[in-house]
């Protein structure tokens, strides 16, 4: 979208900036008085806050989780592997693939 030279001076004089205004285009709702006006209040803002640190909280159990396995994995190869042996449903012994 192309913006005006009053748009741009007004973003600076009001400390408005490129990625504020991305935001409201965004997640902006339509004024039912003016559909030419996008509103992005306080309330959208901590609504979609609120929603963003869930997000981010699940990404960062998922990367704990991912380094876990990681640290397990590198653990396993140190050791050289492992052997598991099951049978009917039941683990019945495990050893050092080195052995």
């Not at 699940?58 to 140190?78: F, I, M, N, T, V």
């Amino acid at each position: 979208m192309h913006s005006t030279h009053h748009f741009k001076t007004r973003m600076s004089q009001r400390g408005i900036t490129g990625d504020m205004v991305n935001l409201a285009l965004e997640y902006g709702e339509e004024d039912p008085e003016n559909i030419a006006r996008l509103v992005f209040g306080r309330r959208r803002a901590t609504q979609l806050i609120e929603e963003k640190q869930r997000q981010v909280r699940a990404k960062e159990q998922a990367l704990r989780e991912e380094k876990r396995e990681l640290k397990l994995l590198k653990k396993l190869a140190d050791k050289g592997g492992i052997v598991v042996v099951a049978a009917d449903a039941a683990l019945i012994t495990t050893y050092n693939l080195a052995a």
